[in-house]
């Protein structure tokens, strides 16, 4: 807990500064007359002054500490397979890429077979297509199947 | 006789086919997240928004709403066969619930929840359309004054209920007010914090963030521990509860009721809470406490009645002050601002068939809802066996196109996952997103009248303490802050009224 709870209220603080540093180069106006910076500015103050308060709660309290991700590994591997569909969601295609992304969660990061892998894909994606490129007529990206 | 007036012409927009069958897609979803474990009522409202940008605004919120109230039907027969809360709201249902289905006695717990959910639904709705009204129109004499210190004690208290710390709830409604931030200065309308990106001059779009931090920040937490669950194997046999077990319930779904549906109403309350103080109350009303936690049934038929009032009594703050009390108020609320509808005090006297045709549907959803979940319950309890592998690429399938689907832009598919990674962090690290999807719908609100409220009294903070409604919501707001004691104490009070019986999961 302690741990965990440090974290978060450095991370508080820090983003509590940077707004702040950042809040005060715009126009802050004055109480008659709050400009844009005005609001922001405030907020900034009351994440560090939050920030603080958890600090001070987590240093108090060093009650049993919490276990980390079972498996986190699979966290940043779906992270990464998310950012390369982005990536490539233009030139492959909705259809392939969604589909290609959807093998990988069913049979790279879970252990479940070809046949039940391949058939989810292409219920995900083609479904997917149907309700949203054909029904409500959103232009998804065709990639090399349209040409 | 307005309410008739109005509940008749509501009637005459829910009966109209297109609404009827929005009405019954919405129960049927909500049924089924509510069932499933793992995907909640606000992640799945933030899945199906793109969904709603091509219908009418009615037809919108029929739907959305419907899941919302629909999970809370569905949410109790995870809890009862299988001893984990398809939802939040259905946690203390396990723990009558699951002893009164190894008892045998599966079917009467399922159709008590049921039959409790309808009758409390159905109370609240009533409830909903004689109190809506009057709240609206004194809502209307409100100024810029009496609308900041009414967001800033709506999102104190949304901080303050949402999760086990005060301080870390209170973090999330500031992040969500920076976040609101970003974009047009909704006075004077010069950009800011855009850090030169074109794309950030109109803001953070609500409904990427909501995507990324319910729908791909839950696959994200989900998929690094594996759940496997257990149905129950037993059959359901004697679906209808006994005599005694009737007149045992019928009292918790009175109380069930009554207290659900004033918890709803107040902001950052809702479900989740309801059900839990209906269990503490109906342990302490019993003259035998000792069978709860061994299949009391007023353990269920208190809770699961009280946390469907309160997800219709959470519908009058959003549509009497435009104040969202939850996460899944939040985005019916930014499913209407979409549709170019403001919800607030107006609501009622510029689009009354919005709000009477809600009014209309939700008695129409909680009948097909009863049907729903009465025969059909074999049904549900076959969704249980897909495990949540599977239904993981689903979301993220949705997520993906629906993001793109807003703006048709790949763009946004990464703002999401981005957003889908401060989702996943912020659960690492304790913090509940809910407060600060919030938070950032209102932050442009609350800034713009906490700033036209300076203008008007020259820069006095005095303004707000001269004015008799302002003053009372701060002294509320500052009330909350000096009492994070209070929590503290009605949850030992909780456990100790529950006493020591094994806590769910």
Aim: aromatic letters at 10%; one cysteine or more; charged letters at 10%.
């Amino acid at each position: 807990m302690v741990r965990r709870d440090a974290i978060a209220a450095v991370a508080t603080l820090a983003l509590g500064a940077g707004a702040a540093v950042a809040a005060s180069k715009l126009p802050f106006g004055g109480l008659r007359n709050p400009g844009p910076g005005f609001f922001p500015w405030w907020l900034g103050l009351v994440l560090l002054l939050l920030g603080a308060v958890l600090l001070g709660q987590a240093l108090r309290n060093r009650a049993s500490a919490t276990g980390g991700a079972a498996r986190p590994w699979k966290v940043v591997l779906l992270l990464a397979a998310l950012a390369v569909y982005v990536l490539v969601l233009d030139a492959a295609g909705y259809a392939i890429a969604t589909f290609l992304l959807v093998v990988f969660m069913l049979r790279g990061l879970e252990p479940h077979r070809w046949p039940l892998a391949l058939t989810v894909a292409v219920v995900a994606a083609g479904g997917s297509y149907v309700l949203f490129a054909v029904w409500l007529g959103v232009p998804l990206p065709a990639g090399p199947l349209a040409r | 006789m307005d309410v008739l007036a109005g509940l008749a012409s509501g009637f005459a927009i829910a009966f109209t086919p297109t609404n009827l069958l929005y009405c019954l897609l919405g129960s049927l979803v909500g049924t089924a997240i509510g069932v499933l474990p793992g995907l909640g009522p606000p992640a799945t409202i933030a899945l199906l928004l793109p969904v709603t940008y091509n219908i009418a605004p009615t037809s919108a919120v029929i739907l959305l709403a419907g899941i919302f109230y629909g999970a809370m039907y569905g949410g109790s027969t995870t809890s009862i066969l299988l001893n984990i809360p398809g939802e939040a709201a259905s946690v203390v249902t396990c723990l009558d619930g699951y002893q009164m289905a190894r008892q045998g006695r599966a079917g009467a717990a399922l159709a008590l929840s049921a039959f409790g959910s309808f009758i409390a639904g159905t109370l609240s709705i009533v409830g909903l359309m004689v109190l809506a009204p009057p709240l609206a129109a004194f809502a209307l004499k409100f100024g810029a004054h009496e609308n900041a210190a009414l967001l800033i004690l709506g999102l104190m208290m949304a901080g303050y209920l949402a999760g086990a710390s005060m301080t870390k709830g209170l973090i999330m409604v500031a992040l969500g007010l920076l976040l609101g931030t970003v974009g047009l200065d909704p006075i004077m309308g010069s950009p800011r914090f855009t850090f030169g990106v074109f794309k950030l001059s109109e803001g953070f779009e609500f409904v990427l963030v909501a995507m990324g931090l319910f729908g791909i920040g839950e696959v994200l937490a989900n998929v690094e521990q594996s759940t496997a669950a257990d149905v129950f194997k037993t059959r359901i046999r004697g679906l209808l509860p006994s005599r005694e077990e009737w007149r045992q319930a019928a009292a918790p779904i009175a109380r069930g009721s009554l207290l659900g549906f004033f918890i709803g109403v107040l902001p950052g309350g809702g479900a989740i809470i309801a059900s839990f103080m209906s269990y503490a109350l109906e342990k302490r009303l019993s003259r035998h406490p000792e069978r709860f936690g061994k299949g009391a049934v007023e353990g269920v038929a208190g809770p699961e009645s009280a946390n469907n009032a309160a997800a219709t009594g959470s519908f009058i703050p959003l549509l009497t002050l435009g104040i969202p009390g939850n996460a899944s108020i939040a985005m019916i609320f930014a499913a209407l601002m979409i549709h170019g509808v403001r919800p607030g005090p107006m609501l009622l006297s510029e689009k009354p068939e919005i709000f009477w045709g809600l009014v209309a549907s939700m008695y129409l959803g909680n009948v097909m809802l009863l049907v729903l979940n009465l025969p059909l319950i074999g049904l549900w309890v076959k969704l249980l066996q897909v495990p949540y592998r599977l239904l993981a690429p689903f979301i993220v399938v949705f997520v993906a196109v629906g993001a793109y689907s807003i703006n048709n832009s790949i763009f946004d598919v990464g703002t999401t996952v981005v957003f889908g990674l401060v989702g996943y962090l912020l659960r690492k690290l304790g913090f509940e997103p809910a407060p600060l999807v919030l938070a950032m719908i209102l932050g442009p609100q609350l800034e713009a009248s906490l700033r036209r409220a300076l203008i008007y009294s020259r820069g006095d903070f005095m303004g707000f303490l001269e004015r008799p409604i302002a003053a009372t919501l701060l002294a509320c707001a500052a009330l909350m802050l000096l009492t994070p004691l209070i929590r503290r104490v009605l949850t030992r009070k909780f456990w100790q009224i529950v006493g020591p019986v094994a806590k769910p999961e």
